[in-house]
């Protein structure tokens, strides 16, 4: 595969060491720890990076910091600007605050309002957010605007090679921190920063250590890249996982991971959602979706990494309360505990008590009842969400559905009406 040139920026061990000594003061040395619940599910030794415990619950300081740390007195003076979906403008902000340099930072409207605020408390009277656009996209090209009009310098979130050498700093204190060689390593993958910084380092000092780097589903960039054998722009993507959802990969970036032999690996975002409750609700953390993907991949590699010595990168915790219900929808649906169906109920009294009593199992909920009677037909159609305590009972809800003419249609696998119920 050639996607780019053959000669390309990787960062050194001596310059990622330098600024691992820049960023001493500002950012965490943040944990590296054995997990025995995953240790012991998928039989090997599971370590993980805790990046959700930065100074901005997130790695994105660390890149933002080091570049704006080596701006000059010019460019300090004229201030900054920038784009980003939550995090990278985290960072951005602690860093005008810290450095008393002016930002102006461009973020899309979908943007979780607790990432929002967060800028906010991070940047205060040094920083200004806009809200532009649908994506990361729309955000990046305002910002870019924004600085051919003003001067202000642009802090790329990650095809920058200051950023990269940042967030290389992950890995280093991975290195340091594990002293034992990895056999894998899962990275997550939005831009690229973090994979071509700390695949910088293991390329140097663990060639024998397999680097996966995790993508979202629904915006597959870096893997579109890698089987088209160049960098692919994907005219529609899923926003869920807003903190990796972007469009293109960094030209930097894939070039550095496609040199340091990362490995494309996608994972849907109902299986993140999964994901993100468990540890949730069985190890008290709390796991921003793009956070949670280095840790949803390790059900496709269970045989690869069995016995094995492996680390993920939580890459961040900046997840909004508010996301929760929509978190849990979303993992029913990927364990096939919910489903939607129009059902009919023919008009007469009772309908309604017999589905509930002869067609509904036992332990089978409604938890969505949407209904309209519009014609005089016999039979009124009604949207209906049932949630069920095993898969297995799916099968069984509709044969009964069908033996008593309630059943109308099964909605989960039409994406063109299931779009307007989640």
């Known amino acids: 595969m050639s996607i780019g040139p053959t000669t390309v920026y990787i960062p050194s061990m001596e310059a990622i060491k330098r600024t691992a000594e820049r960023l001493a003061p500002v950012v965490h040395r943040t944990p590296y720890t054995f997990h025995s619940r995953l240790s012991k599910e998928y039989d090997c ?5 805790r990046e959700d415990l930065q100074r ?3 790695y994105k300081l660390r890149g933002a910091y ?11 003076l004229r201030g900054v600007v920038c784009a980003s979906a939550g995090n990278h403008a985290q960072g951005v902000a602690l860093s005008c605050k810290l450095l008393n340099i002016s930002g102006i930072i461009y973020m ?3 943007t979780p309002a607790q990432k929002i605020e967060q800028v906010g408390m991070f940047g205060q009277s040094q920083v200004e957010v806009r809200l532009v656009g649908d994506s990361f996209d729309d955000a990046y090209h305002a910002a870019l605007l924004e600085s051919e009009e003003t001067g202000r310098t642009f802090i790329h979130p990650f095809d920058d090679q200051k950023v990269i050498e940042g967030q290389a700093t992950v890995g280093l204190e991975i290195l340091e921190q594990s002293g034992e060689p990895l056999d894998f390593l899962f990275l997550p993958v939005g831009g690229g920063g973090l994979a071509a910084g700390v695949s ?3 390329r140097s000092n663990s060639s024998s250590t397999r680097l ?5 589903a629904g915006a597959p960039s870096f893997t579109s890249s890698v089987e088209q054998g160049k960098r692919v722009a994907l005219e529609h993507i899923e926003k869920f996982v807003d903190g990796a959802a972007v469009k293109r990969m960094g030209e930097l970036t894939l070039e550095i991971c496609r040199l340091n032999k990362v490995e494309p690996a996608t994972v849907r975002e109902g299986a993140v959602c999964q994901t993100i409750l468990e540890f949730y609700n069985k190890d008290a953390c709390v796991v921003e979706p793009a956070g949670a993907m280095s840790l949803t991949v390790l059900e496709q590699y269970r045989e690869a990494i069995k016995g094995k ?9 900046n997840n909004d309360i508010t996301r929760t219900s929509e978190i849990k929808e979303r993992a029913l649906l990927e364990s096939s505990l919910k489903h939607y169906f129009i059902v009919r109920f023919p008009q007469r009294a009772g309908a309604l008590k017999e589905f509930v009593a002869e067609v509904l199992g036992p332990d089978d909920d409604i938890t969505h009842f ?3 009677k519009k014609t005089n037909r016999e039979n009124g159609s009604a949207v209906v969400g049932i949630e069920l305590k095993h898969s297995s009972d799916l099968q069984p809800l509709i044969q009964k559905m069908k033996e008593r003419s309630f059943f109308g249609d099964y909605l989960n696998d039409k994406p063109e009406l299931f779009q307007f119920l989640v």
């Open 45 to 49: 030794e599971v370590y993980v990076k």
């Open 56 to 58: 901005v619950r997130s």
């Open 66 to 76: 080091n570049r704006i740390s080596q701006l000059d007195q010019e460019e300090s």
């Open 108 to 110: 899309p409207v979908p």
């Open 200 to 202: 910088s380092v293991f």
């Open 212 to 216: 996966i780097g995790v993508e979202p």
């Open 309 to 317: 010595r492996v680390a993920c990168v939580i890459s961040g915790g």
């Open 370 to 372: 949407e209904y309209t």
